[in-house]
């Protein structure tokens, strides 16, 4: 029953922000790593932003500068502002995590269902 949800997908004009967030629940022990795929049509998905327990991250290249993750292990949730927007970042964006539930000895890797982004020129 666990799950990830996200959340604060839009429309957006070109160099607009957007601020998602992705809210883990369920029979939760442990989340270790997070992080923030997109796939756009006809694209293989790919990894934008990831963030472990710890709080080490990593970006695409594509998106230095302009996004930043972070997490709140408190309430489980991550969330990934977005400044800066272009019609490249467009593509349904999902959130992903490692986590070790309550009834597991072992750590499993999750998707959400995704979130879209739009930006317009």
């Known amino acids: 029953q666990v799950q990830l949800v996200e959340s604060g997908g839009g429309l957006v004009q070109a160099g607009g922000s957007l601020r998602l967030s992705c809210a883990a629940s369920?029979?939760?022990?442990?989340?270790?790593?997070m992080g923030w795929y997109r796939q756009a049509p006809g694209k293989q998905r790919e990894l934008v932003a990831r963030?472990?327990?710890?709080?080490?991250?990593n970006y695409a290249d594509s998106v230095k500068g302009r996004f930043t993750i972070s997490r709140d292990n408190a309430k489980k949730t991550v969330d990934l502002q977005m400044n800066s927007l272009k019609p490249e970042d467009t593509a349904v964006y999902f959130c992903?995590?490692?986590?070790?539930?309550?009834?597991?000895?072992?750590?499993?890797?999750?998707w959400g269902q995704g979130t879209q982004v739009t930006v317009s020129s």
């Open positions: 963030i472990t327990s710890g709080g080490s991250t």
């Open positions: 992903n995590a490692d986590m070790i539930l309550v009834t597991t000895f072992r750590t499993d890797n999750y």
């Open positions: 369920g029979s939760i022990f442990k989340i270790n790593a």
